[in-house]
């Protein structure tokens, strides 16, 4: 049996070589390669493929959010097997869930290994729902957290915290973050869409209230009425800016305080 395959990794080089030793295994027919978490949902959902090999860190949405994020949509997961470049307690905590993961560099034998594996489980058809939840809570518990943000701005790189971003705006694939504040600042931040920033932050404070506009709630200074039931809100930036609600988030917005 052929097992369709999806790669989802944010370097080019070792998407290519996984796709070169996946080749030589046989039996393994690589549908589609993404370049980031974002992508490599849409691609899952797209090819409902058997398996993943999926990157754990990736900027943005990293591999543990892909996971998440099909199993809010309730979307049935394919055997995913973990490339990751990870410490030994991450290692460790992959083995104990019965995980599969690849260390990188890649080796030949261990991703034919790894195919043996993923094409056992999808034989017996075993759910590993479960399994990678565990997984998940285990290296989440782990992981540093982190509340910091990286802009670029004149030329030079600052960390700036999570709670003291304004808004951020996307315009011809530019992102641009403003702090909060009559001290604040505008930054570029290096993420490609909105959704993979969104994806690096805590999802109780940042909420897309447009398709191009994220913003912190707790930065948000007043609800303006606009124009046919519509509304705009008043941030406290020192320019104190003015962002669209879409018509999709004006419910949302009604919820979040009330309206």
Known sequence: MTLSAVIVDDEQLARDELAFLLKNVGDVDVVAQGKNGVEGVNLIREHNPDLVFLDVQMPGLDGFG?????LD???PLPKIVF?????????KAFEVNAVDYLLKPFDKKRVAL????????VESTSNSADKLETLMRMLESQKPQTSKVLLKSGGRLFLVNQKDICFASIEEGVISVVTSGF??????SNCRTLEELLGSLDPNLFWRAHRSYMVNINRIKEVVPWF?????LRMDDKKQSEIPVSRAQTKRLRELFGL
Request: aromatic share 12%.
């Open 228 to 232: 046919k039931s519509s509304y705009q």
């Open 73 to 75: 949509k309730k979307f």
């Open 114 to 121: 790894s195919v043996q594996k993923a094409r056992a489980k």
């Open 83 to 91: 490339a990751t470049a990870f410490d030994q307690y991450a290692v």
């Open 66 to 70: 892909v996971i998440k994020k099909l």
């Open 183 to 188: 001290n604040g600042m505008e930054g570029q």
